[in-house]
């Protein structure tokens, strides 16, 4: 007899998200900053614009900050003033330029200015735009200056978040009684691991959501399964329920009807194809899984839910 193994490991798709986009996942608990370039940057291209986003993401990578925000709220952003512009005589003239480059780091929603760090950059090209460019690429992402600029920036918004911990709480469990329970958990997991007591108060009431989220799943997910399954009782269909069931979690309230389906598709595929289908149910996560999976929860949404936000910053320079 030929054995027919389908085998549903421990994995489900939040977690194969969640490894497929493992920096990402480490980088979740840093502080993070969203780098954002103001259209109205003095007449500069936006091939210069795109070279200013990277060296920002670079300066706050480097220094041990994530530059990927799932929280929109905090950014890096910058200001560049021409201080000069001239023309390099020459066979073929040469633009040459001298940028004064401002960055700042606040809260971009609310508008409050956390540090600001100044430097100047040259740059020539044979053009202006090339000119922008070769300023730009001089922007030393490594340089020590930028450590006091960061930090500071690092310890106001973990101020943010100890003054506001109450209040994030209080949203997410609104919108969780709303249904609403992706972004719930995002609000909640978006608070970094380095915002200790804030962090394990969201971790608590994280706990809950999650599960009220899991519960609804497992109800949508195991009837969606029965139905097809009753619909075309066949090993593909099989395999199309067992993809359905592997993304329940264990410890929803509902598991416990996976066995009696599983049991009766084993025994339908082996009467017309006589094989053996065996399903290989999930094992309760240990609590570091159950916190990635939290995450991957959070990242999921706010993925799915990127919008253009409108920054209020226009005072900070």
């Known amino acids: 007899m030929r054995t027919f193994i389908l085998s549903i490991l421990l994995v489900s798709n939040l977690f194969v998200f969640a490894q497929n986009d493992l920096g990402k996942m480490d980088d979740y608990g840093k502080i993070a900053l969203a780098t954002y370039v103001p259209e109205q940057i003095e007449n500069m291209p936006d091939i210069a614009k795109n070279a200013l986003a990277n060296k920002m993401a670079q300066i706050v990578t480097e220094n041990g900050l994530s530059g990927g925000a799932y929280s929109e709220r905090f950014i890096i952003t910058a200001n560049v003033v021409v201080a000069s512009k001239d023309v390099i005589p020459a066979t073929i003239p040469m633009q040459a330029l001298t940028l004064s480059v401002n960055l700042y780091i606040g809260d971009g929603v609310d ?133 359905l069931l592997s993304q329940i979690e264990p410890s929803s309230s509902c598991y416990s009807e996976i066995k009696p389906l599983v049991a009766k598709i084993a025994a339908r595929v082996y009467q017309i194809d006589k094989r053996e289908w065996k399903y290989i149910l999930r094992q309760q996560e240990q609590i570091s899984e159950r916190i990635r999976a939290y995450r991957a929860i959070g990242v999921a949404w706010a993925y799915s839910h990127q919008r253009k936000i409108t920054y209020n910053i226009y005072r900070w320079w």
């Open 111 to 243: 508008g409050k200015l956390f540090a600001s760090h100044s430097t100047t950059v040259k740059g020539v090209g044979e053009n202006e735009t090339k000119a922008y460019q070769a300023a730009i690429k001089n922007i030393k992402t490594n340089d020590p200056s930028y450590q006091s600029f960061l930090e500071k920036g690092k310890t106001r918004i973990i101020q943010y978040y100890n003054t506001k911990c109450d209040f994030i709480i209080r949203e997410a469990q609104t919108l969780a009684d709303q249904n609403q329970c992706e972004e719930a958990i995002y609000k909640l997991t978006s608070v970094p691991d380095v915002c200790k007591d804030c962090y394990d108060k969201c971790m608590i009431a994280v706990a809950p959501i999650y599960k009220k989220k899991i519960d609804r799943d497992c109800k949508i997910l195991l009837a969606d399964a029965n139905n097809l399954w009753a619909a075309n009782q066949t090993v593909a269909a099989a395999n199309d329920a067992a993809a």
